[in-house]
């Protein structure tokens, strides 16, 4: 029952009982004999007999009757205000019945105040148009970033850094409109491929507008520059980082939204890298050490800023990709199939432009840094040749990469300083490898250490000095040189020098033999390797017996044919 109801109800009540009362009046007419079931004969003394007096009064019930219409009239006007009311508010009963608490206390604040109070409506905002990242590019307008840039470059005329922080804000004011919700780059990021990627947000950009920034971006020093990226690069951290939802060292969840300028601080990161790639190598040594950099979940961005500067020297990327990417393919923790596929992705990618093969062979040392160092070299090496049981999907990519970055990582000048350092480091971990007992790995391994033989002199005093404790893969390489003499001493840059170095080892295998500290396996090695030791020297002994033959030979050719010109122009010396 809802209150107009129970209001209702008590005028009738109130209406029914003055009623009865006038009726009770008018049937007495102003006598009423009184009656005593029982009454006691000898009442106690003193007492008072009851008084009917006062209501043969006519003026006892005016009172009465008075104070009844007051309360009917009341009643009444009660009654009429809240039909009123219920008029005026047609949704009233609603909210009582389906709002029990915001509808009860405005149903009853109604009552009591003799009205309504009517529930404000909230204007709905009008909804913002969703404007995209190619909506605000093709309004872009080259003659306008010219004119702005000039201004900058005249304004803060010695603060290239001042005048690249104007540039981004150039490009901020212009994306502002641009939402996170129209550009989702982490989800871009996760879901795109590295060739589709390359190009985000690049591509909606015009190319006058992109030619007059990166010949503005040229015009920059290099290190305002390198601190720009660095800058820029940091920001788009820190955007990740919200996006995550926790920030590290916080506890709460993170509710700060997005960057509206996310898109400025991409595409003029992305012209940075391209315009001027080589400061991604003066920021390595940063990447490097600090974790935030190296994280399994910046890895997209990384790939991403690598991406950018191989479009603008492939060098660079290659460069960045095996100082930086391939060592995290080592680590546990970090290689797993998503990371293996991205960063082959990039690699695929560096390989596959035109002309690439020349391009990074020739630049294979940049200012005294190697684009395939050796311990590069070897995890590619490893990685390309793993153990049958070892082979994944990526196997494949690797093998499909592999000849390339191998012959970067061994090109260069074989007689210069810097290359004996590194032939001596590829011959390390390639003696390891070839000992491991894995046969892809072994013959890989041994080809390679052959190829460092035949660059250098000091590479067999090398081998000498690690020949025992790498017995194993020693025997294989002798036996290569065994098996493939013909090729191979042609390629030999000294055969004295490799004729001393078996003798060497002949010396090491008798005191091994004749110590009898090593066990059965080890002797078998030992009796193999002296086996094919006296095999090559006999074959260097005969080469040279060959040599001196022909030597004697040629000078007795020599001598006849002088002879016989004697013989044909006996006058000669005479008519002279």
């Not at 006691?40 to 006062?54: C, E, F, G, I, M």
């Not at 509206?260 to 595409?267: E, G, R």
């Amino acid at each position: 029952m809802d209150e107009n109801s129970a209001i209702i109800e008590a005028i009738l009540r109130e209406d029914g009982l003055a009623t009865n009362l006038n009726g009770h009046q008018s049937q007495d007419s102003g006598w009423k004999t009184v009656s005593y079931t029982k009454r006691r004969k000898n009442p106690p003394k003193n007492s008072v007999q009851p008084s009917l007096t006062a209501f043969h009064d006519s003026d006892v019930f005016r009172s009465v009757d008075q104070h009844s219409e007051d309360r009917l009239h009341r009643a009444r006007e009660a009654a009429a205000a809240a039909m009123a009311a219920a008029l005026q508010s047609p949704f009233r009963s609603k909210q009582h019945s389906y709002d029990d608490d915001s509808g009860a206390e405005s149903s009853a604040g109604a009552v009591e105040n003799g009205g309504a109070v009517e529930k404000k409506v909230k204007p709905k905002k009008p909804k913002k148009p969703k404007v995209s990242v190619g909506d605000v590019a093709s309004k872009m307008d080259a003659d306008d970033l010219a004119a702005f840039l000039l201004d900058i470059s005249a304004s803060y005329e010695t603060h290239h850094d001042i005048q690249l922080i104007r540039f981004a804000d150039y490009f901020g004011r212009a994306f502002a409109s641009v939402t996170a919700a129209q550009f989702p780059w982490v989800k871009i990021f996760k879901e795109s491929t590295v060739g589709k990627l390359i190009d985000v947000p690049l591509s909606h950009i015009p190319e006058a507008v992109y030619k007059t920034s990166v010949d503005w971006i040229n015009q920059r020093s290099f290190e305002a520059v390198a601190s720009f990226v660095l800058w820029l690069l940091d920001n788009i951290h820190a955007d990740l980082e919200i996006h995550q939802g926790t920030v590290k060292g916080s506890k709460k969840v993170s509710q700060q939204a997005p960057s509206k300028s996310q898109v400025a601080i991409f595409v003029v990161l992305a012209m940075s890298l391209r315009r001027k790639p080589e400061v991604l190598i003066s920021l390595l040594p940063i990447m490097k050490e600090n974790p935030k950099y190296q994280a399994q979940d910046k890895l997209p961005v990384t790939v991403w800023v690598i991406a950018q500067a191989s479009q603008g020297d492939l060098a660079v990327g290659l460069y960045m990709s095996t100082h930086m990417l391939l060592p995290m393919l080592g680590g546990k923790s970090s290689c797993n199939p998503q990371s293996r596929d991205l960063i082959l992705q990039l690699v695929e990618r560096i390989l596959s432009s035109p002309k690439a093969r020349s391009v990074l062979i020739n630049g294979a040392v940049r200012k005294g840094e190697r684009l395939v160092p050796p311990s590069a070299l070897e995890l590619l090496m490893r990685a390309t040749f793993p153990a049958s049981s070892a082979r994944v999907k990526a196997t494949e990519r690797f093998e499909a990469v592999y000849p390339t970055l191998k012959e970067v990582a061994l090109a260069g000048s074989s007689g210069s300083k810097a290359m004996k350092q590194v032939l001596l480091q590829i011959m390390k971990f390639s003696i390891k490898a070839a000992g491991e007992g894995i046969p892809d790995l072994s013959r890989e391994a041994v080809d390679i250490f052959t190829w460092c033989l035949n660059q250098n002199p000091d590479c067999y005093k090398q081998w000498d000095l690690i020949y025992l404790d790498n017995l194993e893969a020693s025997v294989l390489v002798l036996k290569k040189l065994s098996n493939e003499w013909k090729e191979l001493s042609a390629k030999t840059p000294s055969l004295e020098l490799l004729k001393d170095t078996l003798k060497s080892f002949q010396q090491k295998n008798e005191k091994e033999l004749s110590s009898g500290e090593h066990g059965a396996r080890h002797h078998a090695s030992l009796k193999d390797a002296d086996k094919y030791c006296k095999v090559i020297l006999g074959r260097l002994s005969r080469g040279h017996s060959c040599t001196i033959s022909k030597v004697f030979a040629s000078a007795a050719l020599a001598v006849g044919a002088a002879a016989g010109f004697a013989l044909l122009f006996p006058n000669l010396q005479s008519s002279d």
